[in-house]
């Protein structure tokens, strides 16, 4: 029973360049969430989808930023036009249809901005 | 805003101990709260959760206590070992969707 896949688990990019990292939720999970980690802090929410609808995106920037979570394949995070502080640990958690479940994480994207 | 906060950014025990971390949330709103552990390097595991009309509940060898008066959340974990070395998190959730986290406990276990 796999749990939440994310790749890359590392991903190194230059200023300016598209980032794209994707989320497989566990299987019968249909709430998928993504979360930024800077170093030494908590996680901070982003962007909560189910599949084909964007729930809340309250915590995710207006620009650059987007997420997506399309019928068939996994989640998709893109940054585009990527600057230094966007290097941080990004992670996909999912939850099963019913809510006030635990959301299950993944071991992240490692970002990093030359 | 809201936010949930630990007493304590560290916290060392010796192995076999008791180790109890502490959690303070500000939504009075929040009903459901989940404690999770983080190994460098990897995502946050999920250890144990608790619902607002609970005050108490328990798992192997973790205890999570819930005080709504005071909006405070503990983690207690019995004969702490070695592998327990970590940063916990607590979460806290109003809507059952989006986690609002803490700062993190790192808790470090001497042989």
């Known amino acids: 029973n796999a749990g939440v896949m994310q790749n890359p688990r590392h991903l190194v990019r230059r200023r300016g360049q598209e980032a794209r990292l994707r989320c497989s939720p566990m299987?019968?999970?249909?709430?998928v969430y993504w979360y930024r980690q800077l170093p030494e802090e908590g996680l901070k929410f982003m962007v909560y989808?189910?599949?084909?609808?964007?729930?809340?995106e309250s915590g995710m920037p207006k620009e650059r930023f987007s997420a997506e979570f399309p019928k068939e394949g996994p989640s998709i995070l893109r940054i585009q036009q990527v600057v230094r502080g966007d290097s941080a640990a990004y992670f996909c958690?999912?939850?099963?249809?019913?809510?006030?479940?635990?959301?299950?994480f993944g071991d992240g994207t490692r970002l990093s901005i030359l | 805003g809201e936010s949930v906060g630990l007493h304590l950014p560290t916290l060392s025990v010796q192995e076999g101990d008791n180790s109890i971390i502490n959690c303070a949330y500000s939504n009075s709103a929040s009903d459901y709260f989940i404690w999770y552990k983080q190994e460098s390097g990897k995502g946050p595991q999920f250890i144990i959760d608790i619902r607002s009309n609970m005050d108490k509940r328990q798992g192997q060898r973790v205890t999570v206590l819930l005080n709504k008066t005071v909006k405070h959340l503990s983690l207690q974990i019995a004969a702490t070992q070695p592998g327990d070395s970590a940063v916990y998190f607590c979460a806290e959730t109003h809507s059952g969707s989006r986690l609002t986290f803490g700062e993190g406990t790192q808790l470090t276990v001497n042989p």
């Open positions: 958690a999912s939850s099963p249809r019913t809510e006030r479940e635990p959301q299950h």
């Open positions: 299987k019968g999970h249909s709430h």
């Open positions: 989808l189910q599949k084909e609808n964007i729930i809340d």
